[in-house]
């Protein structure tokens, strides 16, 4: 599976715009990027994903960098509730599975 | 809103005992996951499930584990001889992955198991 690094943690404010990044610089043309969270004590939530085209949802929007080497999950206006931690995943073609990495723990402070 | 649902919410188990997890996927949904998560660790991938039969599984889904969908709803974990290493939080997950589909893994709450 492509590799992809992200920080270990980010702060953020409350209703303050987040920018979530992520490389994956060994990513593939069949590789699709997708973004789940884990809130405390519960399992991961999809987010959103997306191949080459940036792609908003109710939850966030991410952006993919024309060579797809990166990409960035932005959440619009953080809540106390986004606190998680954000895994950026690149799933292969037609294979669901999803290999999880460490991903970036989000505090959110009031 | 559909959801995976998985029972029990905990488990307490001697070490060397039998426990069956328990998962009800979201009804038309095609494809079966496993997965763990040991205390502070990452979320590792056990096994995936289609059409009746494993399609893939990780190093660590050796013999002690198996999987079944008994009937048409529920899809089971079960370790034979739990070992202590076996305490973590194992989550099920499900997908339609057809045309259309948005490529959405569904995860249930998952099950805590606590071998003493």
């Known amino acids: 599976d492509a590799k992809t690094t992200q920080p270990n943690s980010m702060e953020s404010n409350e209703e303050e715009p987040v920018h979530l990044p992520c490389n994956h610089s060994t990513i593939s043309g069949t590789d699709y990027i997708h973004w789940y969270r884990q809130l405390p004590s519960q399992g991961p939530e999809y987010v959103i994903h997306?191949?080459?085209s940036n792609v908003n949802n109710r939850m966030a929007s991410l952006a993919i960098a024309e060579d797809r080497k990166s990409s960035t999950l932005i959440l619009h206006r953080a809540t106390l509730r986004d606190a998680a931690v954000y895994y950026c995943i690149l799933r292969r073609g037609s294979n669901y599975k999803l290999t999880f990495g460490k991903g970036t723990l989000l505090t959110v402070n009031p | 809103e559909p959801e995976v649902t998985q029972t029990p919410s905990h488990q307490v188990t001697q070490m060397g005992q039998e426990v069956i997890l328990r998962c009800v996927p979201i009804s038309n949904h095609l494809y079966f996951y496993w997965y763990r998560q040991i205390l502070g660790q990452k979320v590792e991938f056990l096994v995936s499930?289609?059409?009746?039969?494993?399609?893939?599984k990780s190093e660590i889904f050796d013999d002690q584990f198996s999987v079944e969908r008994p009937d048409g709803s529920n899809f089971t974990l079960k370790i034979r001889s739990t070992k202590l290493e076996d305490s973590a939080m194992y989550f099920c997950?499900?997908?339609?992955?057809?045309?259309?589909?948005?490529?959405?893994?569904?995860f249930g709450e998952g099950s805590r198991l606590t071998v003493l």
């Open positions: 499930f289609y059409n009746n039969e494993i399609s893939e």
């Open positions: 997306g191949l080459t």
């Open positions: 997950a499900s997908i339609f992955a057809s045309g259309g589909s948005t490529g959405e893994l569904f």
